[in-house]
C-alpha cells in the first residue's frame, strides 16, 4: 500500500488495515513453516507495511 494512501486514511481505517495486515502475515508464516510459501519476500513486505500503519496510527495520536 502507498505511503500517501495511508497517511489519508483515519485512524480507525489504519487500525482494521492494521488487523488485516496482521492476520496476512500470520497466513504467510503458516504457508512458509508448511513449504508452500512461493514469495519469501511477502512477508518483508507484509511486515514493513505493518510498521508502517504503526507509525502512522502514533503519528496522528501524537497530533491530537
Known sequence: MELKKMRDMT??????????QKNELFNLRFQHVTG?????????????????????????ELRG
Do not use: C, G, S, Y
Open 11 to 20: 485512524v480507525a481505517e489504519l487500525t482494521a488495515e492494521l488487523t488485516k
Open 36 to 60: 508452500q510459501l512461493e514469495n519469501p519476500v511477502k512477508m518483508k513486505e507484509v511486515k514493513k507495511d505493518i510498521a508502517r500503519i504503526k507509525t502512522i496510527i502514533r503519528e496522528k
